[in-house]
């Protein structure tokens, strides 16, 4: 059958409710392509978007945000055959987080926002795997290292759109002094943590690539109606520091224990 096959569908739908016991303890699949576009902030506007117990993870004194732009395929539980498998194009508003764990320092990402052109994604996130997905439709054109992506959101709430191409070296304003450097900063956030509808605890989830190769793509044009938003990042607070681009790459999802979450603003 079909990566997103009738009854490939049928087999996700009818898993199991929402039971912490009861989610796959592992899904697998290729990122066929993934760009993080991220930007430095003013840390003390990142901080009062952020619950207890994240803080701003810095880097030469400025906090990491962004957005994960990935293309996902034949995504299926470990151990179900590929033609079980899913493929979804998804966006996740990110930040750059650090936090205490039983005594010891964690790093990782909390995500805002997470959206997806997949409605079986929507149905599961949250029950089948943790995280909620919002809907929204995608327009991509990915040819010979150019890429155009538009995102909006189906409530109206979010849009992003990205121009770029595929090249050898970050920005020279970039906060990153080499390539080596970013790959280590944002290899280093595997786990991302969000919300749940509730708010009072975050689901989270580990990637695990099978490899890590990242190259630099050159943004033409980006825009994120969340971080273009003055009324959460004021004039001056944010700004584009530098994309990369990684792809075809073997991975696998594991999920987290949640954390109980505090007031936002309070990870300090």
């Known amino acids: ?106 790093e990782g990402v909390f995500i805002p926002r997470r959206h997806t052109g997949s409605r079986l994604n929507q149905l599961a996130g949250g029950r089948i795997f943790p995280g909620e997905h919002l809907a929204a439709n995608f327009r991509v054109d990915d040819t010979g290292g150019n890429l155009r992506l538009r995102m909006q959101a189906k409530d109206g709430r979010t849009t992003v759109a990205v121009v770029g191409k595929e090249t050898d070296a970050l920005p020279a304003d970039s906060c990153f002094a080499s390539l080596a450097d970013s790959s280590a900063f944002f290899a280093a956030g595997s786990v991302g943590y969000s919300a749940n509808h509730c708010g009072s605890r975050a689901d989270g989830l580990e990637l695990a690539t099978a490899q890590w190769t990242v190259r630099p793509l050159q943004v033409e044009e980006v825009t994120s109606s969340f971080f273009d938003d003055p009324s959460v990042f004021p004039a001056g607070s944010i700004r584009f520091d530098h994309a990369l681009i990684m792809r075809d790459i073997p991975h696998r999802w594991r999920a987290l224990p949640e954390i109980a979450l505090g007031a936002p603003g309070c990870g300090v």
């Open 1 to 106: 059958g079909s990566a997103n096959s009738p009854a490939a569908a049928s087999r996700w739908a009818n898993s199991p409710p929402a039971a912490e016991t009861m989610r796959p303890p592992e899904l697998q699949g290729v990122i066929r392509r993934r760009m993080l576009v991220n930007f430095r902030a003013d840390p003390g506007v990142v901080r009062r978007l952020l619950p207890a117990p994240f803080k701003p993870k810095r880097h030469a004194g400025h906090a990491l945000v962004g957005i994960c732009l990935i293309r996902l395929e034949a995504i299926r539980p470990t151990g179900w055959p590929v033609w079980c498998g899913l493929s979804s194009e998804n966006a996740a508003h990110r930040i750059a987080v650090e936090w205490e764990e039983d005594g010891e320092r964690r």
